[in-house]
């Protein structure tokens, strides 16, 4: 007689994952990138923040260079143009940040600003440099201008 209705119990494979295992997997995963991702941002903005003092310190080295040829400080760092400063710096955007160069009293001082164009992924930090060679540093970004002659109270002198 022909069986139609097998009874046979047959043994299930008990290789490979189970969902919850593979769940947990994910998690780990997701916790390992959050962790490393954050270390990356805080380290660009470390690097871009390195990178935007010695940038202000090449502005200040060029507009003393074209105060010797020119008799003034320069009005803008599109003034300077590539033949004093080069490096992109000229269109006030690198790493970044965006500078500014304002000329006052009549050419006889300046002062360059640097501000993240997004405060916590670019940088975290302002910087203003003045004629003097000094770097100020600001721990709030936002609304940081100059006026040409003195950088903004309220900052912490990085170089002097």
Sequence with gaps: MINLWPCEKRELSKSGFTL????????????????????FIRARVQANEGAVQGAIKTIQSAAVSYRGANASFPASLSAMGSAYLGGGLEGGVKNGYTFQLVSGNSGESYTVTA????????????????????IYI???????TADGA???SGGTVLTG
């Design 20 to 39: 919850i295992e593979l769940v947990v997997v994910i998690v780990v995963i997701g916790i390992i990138v959050a962790i490393a991702s954050s270390s």
């Design 115 to 134: 501000v993240p164009n997004n405060v916590g992924f670019s940088g975290t930090r302002g910087f203003c440099g003045d004629a003097y060679n000094v």
């Design 138 to 144: 600001y721990g709030n970004p936002s609304g940081l």
């Design 150 to 152: 003195n950088c903004p």
